[in-house]
């Protein structure tokens, strides 16, 4: 039976950026996900009270059979402990507090052999980001947050107007050149792109809801994939593409399954622990998350060719959105 990884995601941003407001989306819209929160105050998440099933100490149970958890003194400990629980969370999500450094919080991830880092989401404020980032004051803080980001999502976009918004967004991609950001209505759908890839590995991996949003893209090869040239398609995904997730078998490493996890510009390709220490060679499987009208299903084919022996045509498909929002 296989051990599945324990994927733990950071929430950043400065104070005031909008970390609430995505969480609270988290807490309310995870459906077949046991997702524990990890926060410095409950207070401040505002958790609707419908939600709440019961409360025990620094640990609120959710209707949804989600957790929020106080963080207390030991963040280290906090999420070891819930490493260890055989009836434990799918899904770890850690809120920085405003003035943190992500990528010290993600650092935890390593507390546990069960663990692992699934990216780093920072949220800025799309109308004040840049004059924070110049504060004498607090501008070093901002620009750390927002150099450590695997997504970074602008919000309060609604506040300016488009030409503002494009402006905030060359700045920031001139800041942090590997950059993957969004803004809009992203944030209202990000809940689904977390949690893709908690749980089961075996669960169905195109799970994320279809919407006028995303374009999903599915890549198979029933024969073991070039393990070097799956680094370098991966290392070279365009922008457009925010999650993804597969099972794959590689020719570098044969008789083993291969769990692929990426969010944004982070990606890993970690063995899948057996407890019985066998593994069956099998069909690959890579899902592909991306913007609907800029993922070039083409582009992608040709990226992800070199990984197959030669002379075995690709299979995939880009499973288009529907055109409900």
């Given amino acids: 039976m296989a051990l599945s990884r324990l994927p733990v995601t950071v929430l950043g941003g400065y104070l005031g950026a909008g970390k609430t407001t995505l969480l609270n989306r988290l807490l309310a819209d995870v459906h077949d996900v046991r997702l524990a929160v990890l926060v410095n105050d409950f207070g401040a998440v505002n958790i609707d009270a419908a939600l709440i099933a019961n409360r025990d100490g620094e640990t609120i149970s959710l209707t949804n059979g989600c957790v929020c958890c106080s963080i207390g003194d030991n963040l280290g400990m906090t999420l070891y402990d819930l490493a260890g629980r055989p009836d434990g969370p799918e899904h770890i999500v850690v809120e920085a507090s405003g003035v943190a450094d992500p990528a010290r919080i993600a650092a935890y991830a390593g507390c546990h052999p069960r663990l692992g880092l699934d990216g780093i989401v920072v949220v800025a404020d799309a109308e004040t980001v840049r004059a924070r980032a110049s504060d004498k004051y607090v501008g070093d803080v901002i620009r750390q947050q927002l150099a450590t980001a695997d ?124 407890s019985d220490g066998v593994v069956l060679a099998g069909r690959s499987e890579i899902v592909l998350i991306g913007l609907a009208g800029q993922v070039d299903a083409d582009g992608l084919a040709a990226l992800f060719a070199p990984t197959l022996p030669p002379g075995l045509p690709p299979m995939a498909d880009l499973l288009r959105p529907e055109s409900r929002a």
């Fill in 151 to 274: 997504l970074i999502v602008l919000s309060r976009t609604d506040l300016i107007d488009a030409s503002a918004t494009r402006a905030v967004r060359d700045w920031i991609e001139a800041e942090v050149p590997d950059a993957r950001v969004y803004d809009g209505a992203v944030v209202n759908r990000l809940a689904q792109l977390l949690l893709v890839g908690g749980g089961s590995h075996d669960a169905p991996l195109a799970s994320v809801e279809h919407s006028a949003l995303f374009t999903t893209w599915r890549f198979t090869s029933a024969l073991p994939l070039d393990g070097p040239a799956l680094r370098r398609a991966l290392a070279m995904l365009p922008g457009a593409v925010l999650r993804a997730k597969g099972i794959v078998h590689l020719a570098d490493a044969p008789g083993r399954r291969i769990v692929l996890q990426l969010v944004g510009r982070r990606w890993s390709l970690d063995p899948e622990e057996q």
